[in-house]
């Protein structure tokens, strides 16, 4: 063993800390300056609570501000309460209790998260609306011949867009809550039983309480998704905050009305997350060995068998299976030249670029902030970090509006440069480019990116970059080395996920778009506001089907989440 003595290692103690402080420095500098960057749409949009108000925005808050307001509360009340019971009970379910096709549906009801509200909103208004095979069945049983004889409930309506919202968002609290449950602690549920408590007493006033962290986390997604929504709302006639920031935005032409809007919007995403922490208040749930014993599972029979089967089957078809027929319909409707055309294909282009491009300057953005985050856990570090993850809880409207002001400065800046150098006049080089979009998407979707490759770096034991450090290497050296092997499944997903949400991202793509730029999401939307539905079936199944590889990943991922748990064949 090699022996080092004190007068040697002093020095050589002194250079590590002074390399340290530097090396800090350099990976503080990383996370602030692309905080900054990810930041500004935010940053911006909020200063527009302490503008002073004009003469539209007066107009907005006399007129249609009370009608966004009360729609948004319908709104995040109805989905909060459908997406918390419902989620909840369906992982209650496949996580402990055993009946015929619990398999199945423990990945099955995930599947509605792979399509957009929109396109949910679609297929349900083409199948439910009165030249649709439901009514047209009706009334062809009945022999009713026009709408006046028979009631039917109207799906363009705020109860209509509370459903769809269910059925599409409910799955970030089942997946949440599975997690929870899973787990959960084998004695906790004993001692409940021992005390005389049934399977669903134990449900209800143990599992519950100590999976509420999770719930409510997943709730507050839902309710964040809830808001940021614009083409359900949109296509529904319900007027929400979105629907107002785009209509103030292109309709009036008044940018500062849109980001007060905007501003507004914000503060009821803050009281969302405001609540969720609150609800947690001090309470924290650990376990207390490591120990881990398989989940005992409540068998079901006869009635109590075919209600879970009913239950849990119910959102899979009507939150996937059917928007999916109705779509594979209309695909077929409109036949193979759809699929073929230039005038799918193009979009279909665009929005593999866009969510290609977003998907990969997300997780190289997302590795330095968390890289500097685990180097440098100072309190500067922890608060950039955390206010480049804050676009993920804001609109893609707000985002959008908030988006343009540093865009512009940009613009001024480069043609003042160019005209000095070069002359003539540049006009606007990156405001209204694809360059724009994809600012805007990775400001929306960095906090995926992070997420992801924060939860893969925090299982990478500390002692490797130790040895690391010790054979000589540096941070760089030891993040390409050691933690981009380890790290190759966690930034895959992550880039993955960014890639499908900015597939279906609407709202900030009709306001930032160049002209005459579409993707799926914006065709399927223009061809849902001209009535033409078939027509709308192939983009809105191409980004159905972009969303399912993810969304089973996810699944499988919390599925082998416990601890000491095997696969189950």
Known sequence: MLETSPATAAPRHAATRR???????????????????????????????????????????????????????????????????????????????????????????????????????????????????????????????????YWFPEVRSLEGAIAVMVMVFYPYVYLLARAAFLEQSVCVLEAARTLGRGPWRAFLTVAVPLARPAIVGGAALALMETLNDFGTVQYFAVDTFTTGIYRTWTGLGEPRAAAQLGAVLMLFVLAVLILERASRGGARF????????????????????LAAQTFCALPVIVGFLVPAGVLAWWAAETGPSAWSSAAFWRPAGNSLVLAGLTGVLAVALALALAYARRVRASAVVNAATQLAAMGYAIPGSVIAVGALVPLVALDRALSAGLGAGLGGQWGLLV?????????????????????????????????????????????????????????????????????????????ATLILRPFDFDTLATQAYAMAADERLAHAGPPALAIALAGLVPVVIVSRTIGRSRPGARAEP
């Not at 050691?482 to 499944?489: A, E, K, N, T, Y």
Request: proline share 6%; charged share 10%; glycine share 10%.
């Open 19 to 149: 390399y340290g402080r530097s090396h800090g420095r350099g990976w503080t500098a990383v996370a602030l300056f692309g905080s900054i960057i990810v930041g500004l749409p935010v940053i911006v949009v909020a200063l527009n609570l302490a503008a002073p108000a004009g003469e539209v925005w007066r107009h907005l808050a006399a007129t249609v501000l009370p009608s966004y307001i009360a729609n948004s509360l319908w709104l995040i009340l109805g989905v909060g309460v459908g997406v918390t019971v419902g989620g909840t009970a369906a992982a209650w379910l496949v996580t402990m209790c055993r009946f015929p096709g619990r398999a199945v549906f423990e990945w099955a009801l995930v599947l509605p998260m792979a399509m957009p509200s929109y396109v949910v909103a679609y297929a349900y208004t083409g199948f439910l609306d009165y030249a649709g095979p439901v009514q047209s069945t009706l009334r062809a049983a009945f022999g009713w011949n026009s709408a006046r004889e």
């Open 286 to 305: 650990h376990h207390t060995t490591g120990r881990y014993r398989p989940l005992p599972r409540f068998a079901l029979t006869g009635p109590a068998c």
């Open 431 to 507: 405001t209204g480019s694809v360059a724009a979009l994809v600012y805007a998407y990775l400001v929306r979707f960095l906090a995926v990116a992070l997420n992801g490759v924060e939860a893969g770096l925090a299982k990478v034991s500390p002692s490797m970059e130790a040895a690391s450090r010790t054979l000589g290497a540096n941070a760089l050296g030891t993040l390409r080395r050691v933690h981009l092997p380890m790290l190759r499944g966690s930034l895959l997903s992550a880039g993955l996920l960014v890639f499908v949400d900015a597939m279906k991202e609407l709202p």
